[in-house]
């Protein structure tokens, strides 16, 4: 038994950029300064709050795959590239140079004078040290499998014999170095592929792929307890499920310098955070909570201080495939018949949802609609067929944390599953989101839960390898599927952008047919801020833009 999984990732020559612009709302917070910016001197020395939810993991980036600890981790860390905060486009970020020296290799070139928060220098080591770690089997780092790729992996990661959750240990790995990675210099490394893999240049602005610093491998818990970056800001402390506060870090190398002071991300629940952002009690929130979307009261509570920006997010349930009561493929189907998702998007989010007809979402290239097929339509009728048929006793419950505003479109849907199903059905809430994500990664799971996924890189591949793939680093359920595996390494390995897409969409309906998950909706995202803030921004990753807010 290991945790966490892993999975295969693709290998597409593709060049990409996502496109975010603002698509309603207020004037006080868009692209461009609302009124010729903050004043400096305010700026300089203010630290702003952030509403955020509880890390589930010590902030290490290799063993972080969740939106509370990566906002944090983001702010902390630069990598070899990075994301444009407004279109999304892949740019170089600590890499003076990151080129295709041939189909299966990279050469990366770092720029110079980069430090980490303790002072010491950002070398070629920073970088192939933390990979190594990150990829080694024993250390059981979550973001393992973003390596997977890389020559040499097979050497520092072993299969598990049993599946993460049988009893027995895998093998020790023969050594703890992937043989694909090769030191040039100080500033300059070689990565060397098992295949051509050509789309790996522009994964590498997420938290699996950051430099670490000497200290964490001397030693690591220690550094759990003040972790050190080489980003933007740099941490203060932490108050267990209260808050995260980090501060500017006036060394910092890259042209994304910040001009507030600090940021403190704290932890209290959507529905008080909406409250304090209107009374200028809490500078930032990145999701307006139900109570603010009923009626649209977000632009008339907010006015001037609200915007809704599309971003690389949908909502999904997930069935805990390991628990046999959710072994019948009708039951999950069933369930997803009986889900009137325009209904639930206009009356609890006024329309500012828009219903999922697959896995992935039309911002992402390689999107192509329609991958769910019948399974997605709402269609009571078929739904008590087939519910009927899975004989399926006993209440549904559908469980989330409890802290960010989930609770109503969660009792819509088991009013929907109610009527349609005639079964009883009820939200089980958890109190924080770190609180159900250790459950989901123990395995012990034994409700229908919130499984929401907001893309690590705009690529359609990020919506399906890392989920839906057998032991992909996201496959929390225990989904597996041969054929599906297939269909996805056939993607992964297509010489043609066009010829990757048609088969991610395959694998798509090869997945709809199996309903691990059921698509909900693409969750765009309506943010709000107090009164003191201007030039406020959100990025595709569904951040604030702390590189350009700033304080009136």
Request: charged share 25%; net charge negative.
């Given at each position: 038994?290991?945790?966490?999984?892993?999975?295969?990732?693709?290998?597409?020559?593709?060049?990409?950029?996502?496109?975010i612009t603002s698509c309603s709302g207020g004037d006080g917070?868009?692209?461009?300064?609302?009124?010729?910016?903050?004043?400096?001197?305010?700026?300089?020395?203010?630290?702003?709050?952030?509403?955020?939810?509880?890390?589930?993991?010590?902030l290490v980036p290799g063993d972080t795959n969740e939106t509370?600890?990566?906002?944090?981790?983001?702010?902390?860390?630069?990598?070899?590239?990075?994301?444009?905060?407004?279109?999304?486009?892949?740019?170089?970020?600590m890499a003076e140079s990151f080129e295709l020296t041939a189909?299966?290799?990279?050469?990366?070139?770092?720029?110079?004078?980069?430090?980490?928060?303790?002072?010491?220098?950002?070398?070629?080591?920073?970088?192939?040290?933390?990979?190594?770690?990150?990829?080694?089997?024993?250390?059981?780092?979550?973001?393992?499998?973003?390596?997977?790729?890389?020559?040499?992996?097979?050497?520092?990661?072993?299969?598990?014999?049993?599946?993460?959750?049988?009893?027995?240990?895998?093998?020790?790995?023969?050594?703890?170095?992937?043989?694909?990675?090769?030191?040039?210099?100080?500033?300059?490394?070689?990565?060397?592929?098992?295949?051509?893999?050509?789309?790996?240049?522009?994964?590498?602005?997420?938290?699996?792929?950051?430099?670490?610093?000497?200290?964490?491998?001397?030693?690591?818990?220690?550094?759990?307890?003040?972790?050190?970056?080489?980003?933007?800001?740099?941490?203060?402390?932490?108050?267990?499920?209260?808050?995260?506060?980090?501060?500017?870090?006036?060394?910092?190398?890259?042209?994304?310098?910040?001009?507030?002071?600090?940021?403190?991300?704290?932890?209290?629940?959507?529905?008080?955070?909406?409250?304090?952002?209107?009374?200028?009690?809490?500078?930032?929130?990145?999701?307006?909570?139900?109570?603010?979307?009923?009626?649209?009261?977000?632009?008339?509570?907010?006015?001037?201080?609200?915007?809704?920006?599309?971003?690389?997010?949908?909502?999904?349930?997930?069935?805990?495939?390991?628990?046999?009561?959710?072994?019948?493929?009708?039951?999950?189907?069933?369930?997803?018949?009986?889900?009137?998702?325009?209904?639930?998007?206009?009356?609890?989010?006024?329309?500012?949802?828009?219903?999922?007809?697959?896995?992935?979402?039309?911002?992402?290239?390689?999107?192509?609609?329609?991958?769910?097929?019948?399974?997605?339509?709402?269609?009571?009728?078929?739904?008590?067929?087939?519910?009927?048929?899975?004989?399926?006793?006993?209440?549904?419950?559908?469980?989330?944390?409890?802290?960010?505003?989930?609770?109503?479109?969660?009792?819509?849907?088991?009013?929907?599953?109610?009527?349609?199903?005639?079964?009883?059905?009820?939200?089980?809430?958890?109190?924080?989101?770190?609180?159900?994500?250790?459950?989901?990664?123990?395995?012990?799971?034994?409700?229908?839960?919130?499984?929401?996924?907001?893309?690590?890189?705009?690529?359609?591949?990020?919506?399906?390898?890392?989920?839906?793939?057998?032991?992909?680093?996201?496959?929390?359920?225990?989904?597996?599927?041969?054929?599906?595996?297939?269909?996805?390494?056939?993607?992964?390995?297509?010489?043609?952008?066009?010829?990757?897409?048609?088969?991610?969409?395959?694998?798509?309906?090869?997945?709809?047919?199996?309903?691990?998950?059921?698509?909900?909706?693409?969750?765009?995202?309506?943010?709000?801020?107090?009164?003191?803030?201007?030039?406020?921004?959100?990025?595709?990753?569904?951040?604030?833009?702390?590189?350009?807010?700033?304080?009136?």
């Amino acid at each position: 038994m290991r945790r966490p999984r892993w999975l295969a990732a693709g290998a597409i020559t593709m060049s990409v950029a996502l496109v975010i612009t603002s698509c309603s709302g207020g004037d006080g917070g868009g692209e461009e300064p609302a009124s010729g910016g903050g004043d400096a001197g305010k700026t300089s020395s203010a630290v702003i709050t952030v509403f955020g939810s509880e890390p589930e993991r010590p902030l290490v980036p290799g063993d972080t795959n969740e939106t509370g600890g990566s906002k944090i981790i983001d702010a902390m860390f630069t990598g070899l590239m990075d994301y444009d905060p407004v279109s999304g486009e892949p740019r170089e970020a600590m890499a003076e140079s990151f080129e295709l020296t041939a189909p299966d290799e990279y050469d990366v070139k770092l720029k110079k004078g980069w430090k980490f928060h303790d002072g010491t220098e950002v070398t070629a080591d920073s970088y192939i040290n933390a990979w190594n770690y990150t990829a080694y089997g024993p250390n059981a780092q979550q973001m393992a499998s973003f390596f997977i790729q890389i020559e040499g992996f097979d050497d520092v990661y072993t299969e598990d014999p049993d599946g993460p959750d049988g009893p027995q240990v895998p093998p020790t790995p023969a050594t703890d170095k992937m043989s694909g990675l090769t030191k040039v210099n100080d500033y300059e490394f070689k990565i060397k592929f098992k295949s051509p893999h050509a789309i790996f240049k522009i994964k590498t602005g997420y938290t699996a792929y950051m430099p670490m610093p000497a200290s964490f491998f001397a030693d690591p818990e220690a550094w759990k307890k003040n972790p050190i970056g080489n980003g933007p800001f740099k941490y203060v402390g932490r108050t267990p499920n209260q808050n995260v506060e980090l501060t500017r870090y006036d060394d910092y190398q890259g042209n994304d310098k910040p001009k507030i002071k600090g940021v403190k991300f704290t932890y209290t629940d959507a529905d008080a955070a909406y409250a304090d952002v209107k009374g200028n009690q809490l500078d930032f929130i990145d999701t307006v909570p139900p109570q603010g979307i009923a009626g649209n009261v977000w632009q008339t509570d907010l006015p001037g201080r609200a915007k809704a920006y599309p971003v690389m997010s949908v909502q999904t349930v997930s069935f805990p495939l390991y628990d046999k009561k959710y072994a019948s493929p009708d039951f999950r189907h069933a369930f997803s018949m009986a889900i009137d998702r325009e209904q639930v998007t206009k009356t609890i989010f006024e329309g500012n949802r828009k219903p999922l007809d697959g896995y992935a979402m039309d911002l992402v290239p390689g999107y192509e609609g329609g991958a769910c097929g019948k399974w997605c339509e709402y269609n009571p009728t078929e739904a008590k067929k087939l519910f009927d048929r899975s004989g399926w006793t006993g209440p549904i419950e559908i469980t989330s944390n409890a802290d960010n505003g989930h609770k109503e479109w969660i009792d819509a849907v088991c009013g929907q599953i109610k009527e349609s199903l005639g079964a009883d059905c009820k939200f089980v809430p958890v109190q924080a989101f770190g609180q159900i994500r250790e459950a989901i990664n123990a395995h012990a799971m034994t409700q229908i839960y919130r499984s929401g996924w907001l893309a690590d890189y705009p690529l359609i591949e990020n919506f399906l390898n890392p989920i839906y793939r057998t032991g992909g680093a996201s496959n929390d359920n225990a989904y597996s599927n041969p054929e599906v595996d297939a269909k996805l390494a056939a993607a992964d390995s297509a010489e043609t952008t066009d010829e990757a897409y048609a088969l991610y969409h395959e694998a798509e309906e090869l997945i709809a047919e199996d309903m691990p998950a059921v698509p909900l909706w693409e969750t765009p995202s309506i943010s709000a801020w107090s009164e003191r803030l201007t030039n406020v921004r959100l990025t595709p990753k569904r951040e604030l833009d702390l590189s350009y807010v700033e304080v009136k």
